[in-house]
């Protein structure tokens, strides 16, 4: 079989990605590509893990039968996905041990969304129902991606994901016909969690270098504001409707466009808290990194273990 | 053998014996959860939250048991009653330690559940034997995991074994209180609703004590007529209402989100 | 050594009569702990009959740069139903 150039390989490959069809593991691809998604599913594992610790810090106190059980689901659920997403990077040569010791060397980034601190009962409610929510909007594009594992494992993750934003939102509702106090809680959650969720969906275009390319290999197929304005277009007429709202006055239905106008967050504290300057950067490591510490007598022990039991 | 009809069981006997496993599910399950974002490695973190999960769900069925005697709606019972008045054994209080600790505590307690459930298997009381002949389908896999566990740690690595020994070492005393003999419970005996904790203790060691020596774990125990005897001092009184402070602060953390608006909706 | 473990694959039946189905891999020190954390991960809400876990340096895979395994280039249409045009009925 006659060897064909880098430049011939790169052709079908775009060819091919262009037909809607999948690179799976093992096929040629430009070492972009694949950087590309080494970076984007390992901080999509990363982002699930340091995930379980805002919320998973309420599981003592969930109150009642059903919410504490649906809380440590939902988390279980978060360690789920971080597992299913470390072996679709790995699948693309990099070993989870190698992400592990970035993510707690504190090189790898994850989703800035989990450097916002949980000091309510709300806040849990609020985070399954809208970072979930924009959350499932990014995930939903990203199933369509042309890297087949990823798209497999996002099918997956979107499914159980649904069900976290209606507990979630399940929560919120409760909270909204409640008491006083507990509406107030709920309404503080939304005010501290807006805009961060609105930052999910990453920095506007024209700012983002990722994006561009991203989009020619099908890695992503929505820009980050089409995404963010998504969310916002379903988000706020539920909120409202609850009797709550938005910590943004200028939100406010366009006849004419047919979507909210809104307010862009703050990009520049995005750029500080992703870089290591947020409220719980510090702390959310530190507690994984002693997990993963006071962990490693067992997985040396279980491992030395395998060549005895089989 | 006589057996008296169960009209003259007193309700609080049977409320009682109810109660005390269902306080145990809980607060085991409580500290089970405590391990789901920590644990050594994914895998075990989305299979213990699994445990965590099952526990707290059997606290549930033997509350919704409680509610059909007395009324008393399981997420009061849980979420409001004074640490004072749980029934639970000491044994589950203490903190969950390192995961040695938790492996041993986890198979002391499935090996002590599976003993008692089969034992309710042929209970005179129909919800008994109903509600155990259902909590046992679960146990057998919590068995399966916890042992599995407990063997393969036992003895690794040098730490590993060391770790384990040392979890052993606090935590058999402790276990004693899971067949704690309640007074209560006599009546129960001899109307067949249940069997006495003696009988169950020494089934729960004629299979704890063997596949503990059979990875180098020593017990403190001893062969005397055939039988196995621990040689320590149980850790009794939680059936008495008799605590550690650590139940004081697990209730005030599990209460403490419930009790801000305990009538409403949560 | 601190590892992650090796991995498996994990191969779901969801009822008996069904194929199993590939639903992803574990990291599991061994055969046995791979079937329960499998169970864990793959089967806490789908409901499952069956589990298969085979460590994936054991699969033997083609590779998707060699298309030529799979090549079809002399007409085999003869395996096809739709090749045969025989009548429903013969007409006497």
Redesign the interface.
């Known amino acids: ?1 006659a060897e064909r150039t880098t430049e011939q390989k790169l052709t079908e490959f775009e060819a091919r990605v262009a037909r809607g069809e999948k690179i ?5 691809m430009p070492d972009e590509y694949r950087k590309n998604l080494i970076r984007m599913i390992g901080q999509h594992a990363h982002s699930e ?1 340091v995930g ?2 805002p919320e ?1 810090k ?8 059903r ?3 649906t809380l ?2 939902k ?2 659920d978060e ?2 996905h ?3 997403l ?2 679709a990077a ?1 699948t693309l040569g990099k ?3 190698s992400m ?1 010791e970035e993510l707690l060397a504190g090189k790898a980034k994850y989703a800035n969304v989990f450097n916002y601190p949980t000091p309510t ?1 709300a806040d849990v409610g609020i985070i399954g129902w809208l970072v979930d929510t924009s959350a499932v909007i990014n995930q939903t594009m990203l199933a369509q991606s042309s890297y087949g594992p990823y798209a497999r ?1 996002m099918k997956r993750i979107c499914y ?1 994901e649904s069900f976290h934003i209606k507990q979630g939102y399940d ?1 919120v509702v ?2 909204a ?3 006083p ?2 509406r107030q809680m709920v309404q503080d959650a939304i005010n501290r969690w807006w805009f961060p969720t609105l930052m999910m969906s990453g920095p506007p275009d024209s700012l983002s270098q990722h994006t561009a390319q991203a989009m020619k290999w099908r890695i992503k197929t929505k820009s980050n504001e089409q995404v963010r304005q998504e969310f916002v277009d379903h988000i706020v007429p539920q909120i409202r409707a609850l009797g709550l709202d938005v910590p943004d006055s200028d939100c406010q239905f366009d006849q004419q466009t047919g979507h909210y106008r809104y307010s862009q967050p703050d990009w520049e504290e995005l750029k500080r808290v992703v870089n290591g300057d947020g409220p719980c950067n510090k702390e959310r490591l530190d ?1 994984r990194r002693k ?1 993963h510490e ?13 060549n ?3 | 053998m006589d057996r008296q009809s169960h009209a003259d069981i007193s309700r609080h006997s049977k409320e009682t014996f109810v109660l005390n496993l269902a306080d145990d599910e809980l607060i085991l399950g409580h500290r089970d959860s405590e391990w789901t974002g920590y644990a050594p490695i994914l895998e075990e973190d989305i299979a213990f939250s699994n445990i965590a999960q099952d526990e707290i769900g059997h606290s549930l069925v033997w509350f919704s048991l409680y509610q059909e005697m007395t009324g008393a709606d399981p997420d009061a019972m849980a979420f409001k009653r004074n640490w004072n008045e749980f029934t639970c054994c000491r044994f589950v209080e203490y903190p969950k330690g390192d995961f040695a600790y938790t492996v041993v505590r986890q198979y002391f307690f499935d090996i002590a559940e599976q003993v008692k459930l089969e034992s309710l298997l042929d209970s005179t009381m129909e919800s008994m034997s109903q509600t155990a002949e259902r909590l046992l389908k679960e146990e057998a896999y919590h068995r399966l995991h916890s042992e599995s566990l407990l063997k393969r740690l036992g003895n690794a690595t040098v730490e590993s074994a060391r770790r384990m020994q040392s979890a052993v070492d606090l935590a058999f005393p402790q276990s004693a209180g899971l067949f704690e003999p309640v007074e209560t419970e006599s009546e129960l005996i001899k109307a067949g609703v249940f069997k006495c904790h003696d009988a169950l203790l020494n089934k729960w060691l004629e299979i704890v004590v063997p596949s503990l020596e059979s990875v180098d774990l020593q017990l403190p125990v001893e062969k005397r007529d055939g039988k196995y005897k621990p040689t320590c001092t149980p850790d009794f009184g939680g059936r008495r209402g008799s605590h550690t402070a650590h139940l004081k602060t697990l209730v005030d953390d599990l209460q403490k989100v419930f009790r801000m608006a305990p009538e409403a909706q949560w | 050594m601190d590892t992650q473990w090796e991995t498996y694959e994990v191969f779901h039946q969801s009822k008996r009569g069904d194929p199993h189905e590939h639903v992803g891999s574990v990291h599991a020190p061994d055969p046995q702990m791979a079937l329960q954390l499998a169970r864990d991960q793959f089967a806490r809400r789908m409901k499952c009959s069956s589990l298969w876990v085979v460590r994936s340096k054991d699969i033997t895979a083609t590779d998707y740069q060699d298309e030529s395994f799979f090549a079809q280039v002399v007409d085999k249409s003869y395996r096809d139903p739709k090749a045969f045009d025989a009548p429903d009925k013969l007409e006497n």
Do not use: C, H, N
């Open positions: 079989m799976e593991p093992g096929d040629w893990i379980q610790l998973g309420w599981i003592p106190y969930a109150p009642g039968f919410r504490k059980l440590i689901a988390v279980q360690a789920g971080g597992q299913l470390y072996r790995e070993s989870r041990e592990i009962w494992a159980e929560s409760a909270l016909k409640g008491t106090e507990q507690i997990a006071e962990g490693r007598w067992v997985r040396e022990a279980l491992a030395a273990q395998s005895k039991v089989d």
